[in-house]
């Protein structure tokens, strides 16, 4: 299962997360964001990312993870930077 689904709405990258049934932070979440920050950065074309929580909740929770435990982390907390 893809934890982080991508689609576009002109020039926003509309990014979702997809981890049923919480949306619960994970490895897979994270590497998912990753890439799609990944995807934002590396087009010009677009122009913000939107990001939504599949179903009913946002992002519950994501313990456990720190920037020596989980190497997509650098990634994610590179979020601010993009822009």
Same mark, same amino acid.
């Given at each position: 299962?893809?934890?982080?689904?991508?689609?576009?709405?002109?020039?926003? #990258? #509309? $990014?979702?997360?997809?981890?049923?049934?919480?949306?619960?932070?994970?490895?897979?979440?994270?590497?998912? #964001?990753?890439?799609? $920050?990944?995807?934002?950065?590396?087009?010009?074309?677009?122009?913000?990312?939107?990001? $939504?929580?599949?179903?009913?909740?946002? #992002? /519950?929770?994501?313990?456990?993870?720190?920037?020596?435990?989980?190497?997509?982390?650098?990634?994610? /907390?590179?979020?601010?930077?993009?822009?």
């Amino acid at each position: 299962m893809n934890m982080v689904r991508t689609g576009l709405d002109s020039d926003v #990258l #509309l $990014i979702d997360i997809n981890n049923p049934p919480i949306n619960a932070g994970s490895l897979g979440v994270r590497k998912g #964001l990753s890439d799609a $920050i990944a995807q934002l950065a590396g087009d010009p074309v677009l122009r913000t990312g939107v990001i $939504i929580g599949g179903d009913t909740t946002f #992002l /519950a929770a994501s313990h456990g993870f720190s920037s020596n435990s989980d190497p997509t982390f650098s990634g994610v /907390a590179g979020l601010r930077g993009c822009g």
